[in-house]
C-alpha cells in the first residue's frame, strides 16, 4: 500500500507513520515544518517538507498514492485555539486542497483527522457530563474556530464520496496524549501542560504549580497507541459515518493532578488561574458506535499512559536544564 500522510511531522503523525511502516507500507511523509523540526523522522519513509495548504503542492504530494491520512492541522491545545481562530480556520486551505488533490489523483481512500471540538456547546456544560454521541454534532454549535474548520471539513468528505465517490473516513478525536509530542510552547494540551509541570516541580523543588480554571473541568484522554490503532481501523473499515475516536474514562483535571502527584512522587501547591482558557466545562466519548462498529474501544488507562509519557516528558526537561 502507497500511503500518505500529511503533518507527518507533528505527534500523531509521527507515530501513524511508524506504525505503517511497521506493516509494510510505501509511505510518503508530509509536513510544512522543517524536517530538523519534526517530532519523529523515519528513514524507510520518503519524508517532504511541504505546504499542503498550497493546492500544487497538495497535488504533488498526492500522486500515485492509494491511501491518503490527512492530519495537517493549525492546532494545539485550549490556550492555542481560544487565542488564534483565525489560524485555526485556515486549515480549511490544507483540508480542501487535500480533498481535490486525492480526488484528482485517484486515491482510493482519504481518511480526515477530526475533533471532539465539533460537538455543540450545549452538550457540554456540566463538568458531570452526558458522553457525546456522534449525533450530538447537529444542531451545529462547535467550538469557535477550530471546531467550526472541523465540522466544515466532515462535510466536505461526506460529499467527495458522495459526487466523486472516493472513500472518505472520518474520527473525531478526544484529546490525544503521549510521548513524542507537544509539551511545552503554548500549543500543548493538559496532559503534556501538567507533566511539564510536575518534571519541573520535581527537579527544582519549586512547588507552585499553576492550573488553569478551577481544575473541576472533565475530559476523557486517549494514549496515541489507541489513537493509532483506532485511524487504522477507521480507514479500513467499511463505515463512511464521522466517529468518535477517544477514551471513555472521564477524569477531571484536578484528578489528573493527583495522579501525577503519585507518579512523580511530588506534592504539589496548587494554584488556580480561573481567568485562563478551560473550554467547554465537560467532556467524554460515547463509544457506543464505535464498539459496535469495530468490535473494540481504546483501553490503556490514564494512569498507565500518563506513567509513560510524564517518563518521556521528564527527560525531555532534564536534558532541556543540562
Not at 20 to 27: A, K, N, P, Q
Not at 196 to 208: H, M, N, P, W
Not at 239 to 248: C, K, Q, T, Y
Not at 286 to 311: C, H, M, V
Request: glycine fraction near 10%; charged fraction near 25%; proline fraction near 2%.
Amino acid at each position: 500500500m502507497k500511503s500518505l500522510v500529511t503533518g507527518a511531522g507533528g505527534f500523531i503523525g509521527g507515530h501513524l507513520v511508524a506504525r505503517l511502516i511497521s506493516e509494510g507500507h510505501e509511505v510518503r511523509a508530509v509536513d510544512c515544518k522543517p524536517l530538523d523540526e519534526w517530532y519523529q523522522i523515519h528513514d524507510s519513509a520518503e519524508n517532504i517538507q511541504g505546504d499542503c495548504s498550497l493546492l500544487e503542492t497538495a497535488h504533488e504530494v498526492s500522486r500515485g498514492m492509494q491511501h491518503v491520512y490527512n492530519l495537517a492541522a493549525d492546532m494545539g491545545g485550549m490556550g492555542f485555539i481560544e487565542n488564534n481562530k483565525a489560524l485555526c480556520m485556515l486549515t480549511v486551505l490544507t483540508s480542501t486542497h487535500m480533498l481535490v488533490a486525492a480526488r484528482d489523483a485517484g486515491v482510493e481512500r482519504f481518511f480526515y483527522s477530526s475533533s471532539a471540538c465539533v460537538y455543540a456547546a450545549d452538550h457540554q456544560t456540566s463538568a458531570d457530563v452526558v458522553a457525546l454521541k456522534e449525533e450530538h454534532a447537529y444542531p451545529a454549535q462547535p467550538e469557535d474556530g477550530y471546531g467550526w474548520e472541523k465540522l466544515f471539513t466532515e462535510r466536505m468528505c461526506r460529499h467527495f464520496q458522495e459526487d466523486y465517490g472516493m472513500q472518505t473516513r472520518v474520527a473525531r478525536f478526544h484529546n490525544v496524549y503521549g510521548p513524542e509530542g507537544t509539551w511545552e510552547g503554548g500549543r500543548e494540551k493538559a496532559p503534556a501542560a501538567l507533566c511539564r509541570k510536575f518534571a519541573y516541580a520535581s527537579l527544582t523543588g519549586e512547588l507552585d504549580l499553576e492550573i488553569w480554571g478551577d481544575g473541576e473541568q472533565t475530559r476523557s484522554f486517549m494514549y496515541i497507541d489507541d489513537c493509532v490503532r483506532g485511524i487504522l481501523e477507521i480507514m479500513n473499515g467499511d463505515s463512511a459515518e464521522p466517529v468518535n475516536l477517544g477514551s471513555a474514562e472521564l477524569v477531571s483535571i484536578n484528578q489528573m493532578a493527583d495522579k501525577l502527584e503519585q507518579i512523580s512522587g511530588t506534592i504539589v501547591n496548587r494554584r488556580y488561574k480561573l481567568d485562563a482558557p478551560q473550554g467547554v466545562r465537560g467532556r467524554n466519548s460515547d463509544n457506543t458506535l464505535f464498539k459496535a462498529t469495530y468490535g473494540w474501544e481504546p483501553s490503556i488507562s490514564l494512569q498507565e499512559g500518563l506513567e509513560r509519557t510524564y517518563e518521556w516528558i521528564q527527560d525531555q526537561v532534564k536534558a532541556q536544564r543540562v
